[in-house]
T-cell receptor, first 116, second 116 residues
Framework: AQKVTQAQTEISVVEKEDVTLDCVYETRDTTYYLFWYKQPPSGELVFLIRRNSFDEQNEISGRYSWNFQKSTSSFNFTITASQVVDSAVYFCALSEYLSGANNLFFGTGTRLTVIP | GAVVSQHPSRVICKSGTSVKIECRSLDFQATTMFWYRQFPKQSLMLMATSNEGSKATYEQGVEKDKFLINHASLTLSTLTVTSAHPEDSSFYIC????????????FGPGTRLTVT
């Protein structure tokens, strides 16, 4: 069965600090997709990234970077030089090809608070 | 592009009444839409997968007769909460899958339902 674990329930950092949000997943499928979403206080989910299981290249987008390691089944998300606007709940999610790739399984989320 | 709207954004209803929530993909066609439920400070739980022109597929534990889903067109899916009870109070989020962009889902802004 698929599973997504975000062990960090809440994290607080001071503005300009770097912060890494952890995500560990479990799947028996060889083809799967990993996602990160941001949910600000308004509630709307904002898509951040999608990564397929065959692409282990790390990705950087501005202050955001993602580290995908199949060997440890992890897909961690780092925000550098954090800003107050980064305060939100961040969800890691998994979809499996064999389960119908559109079905997303979400982790429990990490609430990030950036203190000015 | 890839905008999904939900209406209403907030609704308060009395126990025993029914409430309909609409989910629309504004600038693309979505053969598949998804309905999620999110309790306060918890993760998103998939309720059902809605396919245009066919019956919805419900996740285990979700009552089909209570949560009626209709996907009559490629841009509209509706969720009707029938005979609402206070325990149905929750944040309901829909998403639409873009088949032309692999397995990306685009989320609506959510509907906060409060049953009194």
């Amino acid at each position: 069965a698929q599973k997504v674990t975000q062990a960090q329930t809440e994290i607080s950092v001071v503005e300009k600090e770097d912060v890494t949000l952890d995500c560990v997943y479990e799947t028996r499928d060889t083809t799967y997709y990993l996602f990160w979403y941001k949910q600000p206080p308004s509630g709307e989910l904002v898509f951040l990234i999608r990564r397929n299981s065959f692409d282990e290249q790390n990705e950087i987008s501005g202050r955001y970077s993602w580290n995908f390691q199949k060997s440890t089944s992890s897909f961690n998300f780092t925000i550098t030089a954090s800003q107050v606007v980064d305060s939100a709940v961040y969800f890691c999610a998994l979809s499996e090809y064999l389960s119908g790739a559109n079905n997303l399984f979400f982790g429990t989320g990490t609430r990030l608070t950036v203190i000015p | 592009g890839a905008v999904v709207s939900q209406h209403p954004s907030r609704v308060i209803c009395k126990s025993g009444t029914s409430v309909k929530i609409e989910c629309r993909s504004l600038d693309f066609q979505a053969t598949t839409m998804f309905w999620y439920r999110q309790f306060p400070k918890q993760s998103l739980m998939l309720m059902a997968t809605s396919n245009e022109g066919s019956k919805a597929t419900y996740e285990q534990g979700v009552e089909k007769d209570k949560f009626l889903i209709n996907h009559a067109s490629l841009t509209l899916s509706t969720l009707t909460v029938t005979s609402a009870h206070p325990e149905d109070s929750s944040f309901y989020i829909c998403s639409a899958g873009r088949t032309d962009r692999g397995y990306e889902q685009y989320f609506g802004p959510g509907t906060r339902l409060t049953v009194t």
